[in-house]
């Protein structure tokens, strides 16, 4: 699609103009895969293997299969949330504020040093420091309380079991043994080989020597044992520190507390995200800044309630995205590109909070998603790298060049929307392959983002990386 290509909303409105059909009848649609596939087709620094993408579809249904991948691996990991029932509100509200925080965990610093949370004993870092951080944040407020209310933050004993195991590669690579749960998704399985199978050019660094430290700054999700009894700097002064209670009550998941600025402060977001190394969360302030525009955005138009926003979609997964992405300008995730009218609109962190929503419930009660199969992949960093490990995806020499040597990519840059634009449409291709060979097959673009997520986060972990992921800083991912 381009430019000089009808747009559709306008069509929408001559047809109901001029037959008499209510625009209304039309099932809603976030326009994401429509901007995605036209960025494909005007773009020059990123383009699709067909042939390699047929030939990932059904290695990707094969292991998917041979798992039962499925959104339940989502509640499985010890660190997210179990609903008390179809209707809970606080789970749904934990949901909500780990995905609008959702982003920017990459590191320039080796493993040992970078931003890490320590929580039940162990590190946590990538999108599970996330994750931790805000549990701990919510039982420390329990403690404070002499309580424990919220069932859905009780603690699972257990450490978690990932699930991975060995699985044949593309073009016969070998496999080696994944060395952690490590996702940024949630959702612990996968299998693909390290090697790249790709054609054309790949961008590859080389191969990576460490999985400890690859240089790659990558947003692991490892839960690494602690390997140390000292004091950890919290990356707060004294002065601060001690005006802190280490137990009291922040109410992380409240809209009411962050809208409040008395309350909802830097200075108490480095408290709740006090990190077990010298670095400090990245992006602080922005964190800080989404926190109170949606806190501002849900008391204006929700009554505060994060549920009440989930209710207002009536079980449509397109209708909350659009919501999402209207009344909150934090998830308005859309960028100009090639002199396009209309900007394009990529989304990620508004569809993966309606996926996560929806594997968290087990697709009931606020889970309950009539059209979950028009979300798209999550345009991020780790896709775009394991689509172009496994062949489908190939760069110019300018590009791959610029992401092999770790340089900054900014932020909604021609380059940058359309790593993330042609991630979204090979990943929707790869879907189709699947339907049309498997047509039985129970499977989504959301499940197809998970699983390559988890997978590329394997490869890393088993010191098989032979690309980087390009890096760029945002609040978008």
């Known amino acids: ?30 326009g994401v895969l429509q901007d995605a596939e036209a960025v494909y087709d005007d773009s020059i620094d990123v ?25 339940g691996s ?3 990991h010890e660190l997210h949330p179990t609903p008390s029932g179809p209707d809970d509100e606080e789970t749904v509200a934990f949901v909500f504020v780990l995905d609008l925080l959702n982003f920017s965990f990459w590191s320039d610093l080796p493993d040992e040093e970078r931003f890490a949370i320590e929580y039940r004993g162990r590190i946590w870092t990538g999108y599970w420091s996330l994750v931790a951080a805000l549990r701990r944040a919510l039982d420390e407020a329990n403690d404070a309380n002499g309580s424990s209310n919220g069932a859905a933050y009780d603690a699972i004993d257990g450490e978690g079991d990932s699930g991975i ?3 044949s590669g593309l073009d016969g690579a ?16 996968g299998g693909f080989a390290g090697e790249s199978g790709s054609a054309g050019e790949s961008g590859s660094a080389g191969e990576v020597g460490s999985s400890a430290d690859d240089g790659n700054g990558a947003d692991d999700g490892n839960g690494v044992e602690s390997g140390s009894d000292g004091e950890h700097n919290s990356g707060i002064d004294e002065t601060e520190q001690a005006a802190i209670p280490k137990k009291r009550k922040i109410a992380i998941t409240s809209p009411d507390f ?46 505060g309630s994060v549920a009440n926003l989930v209710r207002a979609a009536d079980g449509s997964a397109v209708r909350l995205v659009n919501l999402l992405a209207r009344d909150f300008p934090c998830f308005r995730d859309e960028h100009f590109f090639a002199g396009r009218r209309r900007p394009v609109r990529l989304l990620k962190r508004a569809q993966i909070f309606v996926a996560d929503v929806w594997a968290c419930f087990g ?4 889970g309950a998603f009539r059209d979950i199969d028009k979300i798209t992949m999550f345009a991020d960093y780790r896709v775009p790298q394991i689509l172009n490990t496994l062949g489908c995806l190939y760069y110019s020499p300018s590009l791959a060049a610029t992401i092999s040597r770790g340089a900054l990519i900014e932020s909604g840059s021609r380059w940058e929307v359309q790593l993330r634009a042609c991630s979204i449409w090979c990943v929707e291709l790869l879907r189709r392959e699947i339907v049309k060979q498997h047509p039985d097959a129970k499977v989504n673009a959301v499940l197809i983002d998970f699983f390559l997520y988890d997978t590329m986060k394997e490869i890393e972990a088993g010191g098989k990386e032979t690309v980087r992921h390009h890096r760029t800083r945002s609040i978008w991912y």
């Open 174 to 189: 070998s496999t080696g043994e994944a060395g952690s749960v490590s996702d940024g998704r949630g959702v612990a399985d």
């Open 258 to 303: 962050w809208k409040n600025e008395d309350e909802c402060t830097l200075e108490i977001l480095r408290h709740v995200f006090r990190s077990a190394t010298e670095e400090e969360m990245p992006m602080l302030a922005e964190r800080l800044d989404c926190l109170r525009d949606a806190g501002r955005v849900l008391s204006h138009h929700y009554d």
């Open 74 to 76: 989502w509640s499985s």
């Open 165 to 167: 195991d060995d699985a």
């Open 363 to 366: 697709g009931q009660g606020f």
């Open 47 to 71: 383009a699709i293997d067909m042939r390699s993408t047929k030939a990932a579809a059904q290695t990707i249904h094969a292991q998917m299969q041979r798992k039962e991948f499925s959104a």
């Open 1 to 30: 699609m381009s430019d000089d290509e009808a747009d559709p909303e306008l069509l929408a409105l001559l047809r109901q103009h001029f037959l008499g059909k209510p625009a209304a009848d039309a099932e809603p649609n976030t």
